[in-house]
C-alpha cells in the first residue's frame, strides 16, 4: 500500500463481508492532528503554495516526491485546530481521501483494490432488520447497493481514488526531472519567530537550487515549460517563504503578537 501515515487498519473493501456497511463522515481532521507533512501533487501546487511550504523528499528507491510542510515541530500539525477544524481554506488531496485509500493487488501492478481504514470510526454495518427500521432511515451512505455493486457514493470515492493515483503517476514523472538534471539541493532552514524569538528548524528537506535551475540550456527550459514543471518550480520556490507564517502558528500565538501579514 502507498504511504499510510495515519491509516491505522487499512482493509481491502470486499463487497461480500462489507455488503452492509454504510459510511459517516467525520466532524473534523484530527486524525490528521500530529502529521507534520503530506504528500502532495504537482496539480495541487497552485493551490498548495498560498498556505504551505512545499519541500521535496527521496524515498529509498530513489523517487522524488513533493510535501506539504503543516508544522515546523514533530508530531503537531498547525493545520488542526482544538476541534479538529482545518484551519486553512485548502485541504491537501491526500488528507481528504481518508478513510480510504488504493491498494496494491499482489503479482498485479496494473491494477489497484479499494481499502478503507476500519478504524476510523466511519464505518458500520447497517442495523439488523426491525420493525422500527422501516420508520427510521439507516445512518451513513451504503456502500453496495443490493445487487452488490458500489453505491453512487462509492463510485464516487472510486472515481477520485483513480484521478489521486492518476496524478501521483504524473507528478513523479515530472518530479523525477529534478533528480536527473540535479536541481535538487539540502533545504536546512533556522527560524527565530519575531514575536518571542523562539527558534525552530527545518531539516531533512530538498528544494531546487535556483542557481542550478538558471544555468539550464534554452532547451531544457522550454521541455520544462512545456511539461508544466517550470511553473511548478517556481510555485515551490515562492512556497518557501510560508516557513515563517507557519511558525508563528507553532504553539498558537495570540492574534495580538502576529501581524494579519505574517498569519
Known sequence: MPQMLF??????LDRTRHAKMRFTPLAGYQFAAKVASVPVMVAEFPLVCRRYPIGFVEDPEGNVHAQAILSVVD????FVGPEGQWSATYVPAFIRRYP???ADIPNDKS???IAIDTDSGCFAPESP???EATETPAKGEPLFDEQGEPALFLKNQIEFLSRFHGESQRSQSLLKSL???CLLTPLNLDITRAADKARFGVRG???VDEKKLQALSAEKVHAFLNSGLLAAIYMHLIS?????SLANRTGHLSDEAVPWWAK
Open 205 to 207: 528537506l530538498l528544494a
Open 75 to 78: 508530531g503537531v500539525n498547525a
Open 100 to 102: 480510504f485509500v488504493m
Open 179 to 181: 533528480k536527473d538534471e
Open 240 to 244: 518557501l517563504r510560508n516557513f515563517e
Open 129 to 131: 432488520e426491525s420493525p
Open 111 to 113: 491494477r489497484f483494490a
Open 7 to 12: 491509516y491505522n487498519k487499512p482493509e481491502v
